[in-house]
């Protein structure tokens, strides 16, 4: 159920619309282990959960809802093997990055710019090393709020561009696409988004000596 309240005169609350999605029964949903949510820049709020069949077996879904829509919640399967412990939404919002217990990295697209279709055709795997850690390469894009001026009706006025580097760039400065992951034994991986749309990834021990370690859940 969802209940969104707007305040009132006098610092009261109005009810403004309540809502209820489909009840499922407990034997086939349960809450993911550890639960991953994340929020975009667009009102969109990706969030994790399992679904159990009868016959036991587990679904890993992302679930992505729109904060101005909330009764409107688009169900991903993920096709994740282990518990996702990570998600990520890059800069603009569109694409969501989601990591598991098992290495396993996938970069969730928005089919035709419609935030109800998800598509994943690209990722990255460390096998078998829980990813504990995720985020986009910076793209150099970043503003600064002048709260002086937040009531301001330009929005010229209310942000001006922060100087800031990008993570990585390509010949002639364009800002490279992708994304870092520390595992849970202390490898740092990046994968980069090559134009052609293939995926080259390194990676480095944070350590002389990896130390593996297993999270409870993760078992």
């Given at each position: 159920?969802?209940?969104?309240?707007?305040?009132?005169?006098?610092?009261?609350?109005?009810?403004?619309?309540?809502?209820?999605?489909?009840?499922?029964?407990?034997?086939?949903?349960?809450?993911?282990?550890?639960?991953?949510?994340?929020?975009?820049?667009?009102?969109?709020?990706?969030?994790?959960?399992?679904?159990?069949?009868?016959?036991?077996?587990?679904?890993?879904?992302?679930?992505?809802?729109?904060?101005?829509?909330?009764?409107?919640?688009?169900?991903?399967?993920s096709?994740?093997?282990?518990?996702?412990?990570?998600?990520?939404?890059?800069?603009?919002?569109?694409?969501?990055?989601?990591?598991?217990?098992?290495?396993?990295?996938?970069?969730?697209?928005?089919?035709?710019?419609?935030?109800?279709?998800?598509?994943?055709?690209?990722?990255?795997?460390?096998?078998?090393?829980?990813?504990?850690?995720?985020?986009?390469?910076?793209?150099?894009?970043?503003?600064?709020?002048?709260?002086?001026?937040?009531?301001?009706?330009?929005?010229?006025?209310?942000?001006?561009?922060v100087?800031?580097?990008?993570?990585?760039?390509?010949?002639?400065?364009?800002?490279m696409?992708?994304?870092?992951?520390?595992?849970?034994?202390?490898?740092?991986?990046?994968?980069?988004?090559?134009?052609?749309?293939?995926?080259?990834?390194?990676?480095?021990?944070?350590?002389?000596?990896?130390?593996?370690?297993?999270?409870?859940?993760?078992?």
């Amino acid at each position: 159920m969802c209940d969104l309240r707007r305040p009132a005169a006098g610092g009261m609350m109005d009810l403004a619309y309540v809502c209820e999605w489909e009840k499922w029964s407990k034997s086939t949903h349960c809450p993911s282990v550890p639960l991953a949510c994340a929020w975009s820049c667009r009102n969109l709020i990706a969030f994790t959960m399992d679904l159990r069949s009868d016959d036991q077996d587990l679904t890993r879904m992302i679930h992505i809802l729109d904060t101005e829509h909330p009764w409107d919640l688009h169900s991903i399967p993920s096709d994740h093997r282990e518990a996702i412990t990570c998600l990520e939404w890059d800069q603009s919002g569109s694409r969501l990055l989601s990591a598991d217990a098992d290495g396993q990295i996938k970069c969730w697209s928005m089919a035709d710019h419609l935030a109800n279709s998800w598509e994943s055709s690209v990722g990255s795997l460390v096998e078998g090393d829980p990813i504990v850690a995720l985020s986009w390469l910076h793209n150099g894009v970043k503003l600064a709020l002048h709260v002086e001026k937040s009531g301001a009706s330009s929005f010229g006025e209310k942000f001006s561009r922060v100087k800031f580097s990008p993570s990585l760039t390509l010949f002639g400065g364009k800002p490279m696409e992708g994304w870092i992951a520390v595992t849970v034994s202390g490898l740092v991986t990046v994968s980069l988004l090559k134009p052609s749309g293939q995926v080259l990834t390194s990676t480095e021990s944070l350590c002389r000596l990896r130390v593996s370690l297993c999270h409870p859940g993760w078992s």
